[in-house]
């Protein structure tokens, strides 16, 4: 959860605003559908459960989660089973490649990688997404941009997505995000 809301009883609605912004970063400002698409999601921490329900309801191929501590994965999928086509995996189990890979692990934090195969890149064609951000290409990123992803964007988006849609829920209106990620970006460069 990270929006609360008051409903017309009073009483608060607690809801999670992060997987909308993920998509809308995904398929408004980086042109990107996500329908009959391969997903891996790397992580199964909050990020990754918020996340589920917005990626499925585009219609993606399959939607694999992949974790460290794969019991974890392996919950969520279940959890989100009657939603579409997901699975849970273990990262070094995964070879063929997928059309888009959502890093949402904390690995970026700390400069480290998730121990995933570059095979799962099809260089020219997948799509890379780390939720970090920073005023650096994150180490997710280089990674992908190293072993040819097509597009490798970090998750600054997903911010500035995640914050118009809880002050959607709150003001019903929905603020233009270009602006502000534009002024984001610019204030991380300085
Ligand atoms: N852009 C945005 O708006 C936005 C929004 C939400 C979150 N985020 C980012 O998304 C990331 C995850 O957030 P969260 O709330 O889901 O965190 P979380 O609930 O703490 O989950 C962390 C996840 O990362 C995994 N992990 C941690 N260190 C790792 C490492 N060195 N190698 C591989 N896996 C590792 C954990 O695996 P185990 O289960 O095995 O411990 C777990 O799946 C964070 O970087 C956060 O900043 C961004």
Redesign the pocket.
């Known amino acids: 959860m990270n929006t609360l809301s008051k409903l017309a009883d009073g009483n608060l609605l607690g809801d999670n605003t992060?997987g909308a912004?993920l998509v809308r970063d995904l398929t408004v400002n980086a042109g990107f559908s996500l329908k009959g698409k391969r997903i891996l999601l790397l992580?199964?921490?909050?990020?990754?459960r918020g996340a589920l329900e917005p990626l499925l309801a585009e219609h993606p191929a399959s939607v694999i989660i992949a974790?460290?501590?794969v019991e974890?994965a392996e919950l969520l999928a279940q959890l989100f089973a009657d939603l579409g086509p997901v699975s849970a995996s273990g990262f070094d189990w995964l070879q063929e490649p997928v059309d888009l890979i959502i890093n949402?692990?904390?690995?970026?934090?700390?400069g480290?990688v998730?121990p995933i195969a570059s095979s799962l890149i099809e260089p020219g064609k997948t799509v890379c997404y780390d939720?970090?951000?920073g005023k650096d290409p994150t180490s997710f990123c280089r990674w992908a941009s190293e072993h040819g992803a097509a597009v490798a964007m970090d998750?600054?988006g997903?911010?500035a997505e995640?914050a118009a849609e809880a002050f959607f829920l709150w003001r019903g209106v929905r603020p233009d995000t270009a602006p502000v990620l534009a002024e984001l970006r610019r204030q991380l460069a300085l």
Do not use: I, W
């Not at 992580?43 to 990754?48: I, K, Q, S, T, W």
């Open positions: 992060d912004g992580g199964a921490g909050g990020a990754v974790n460290r501590t974890k949402a692990t904390s690995a970026s934090l700390t480290d998730p939720m970090m951000y998750g600054l997903m911010l995640q």
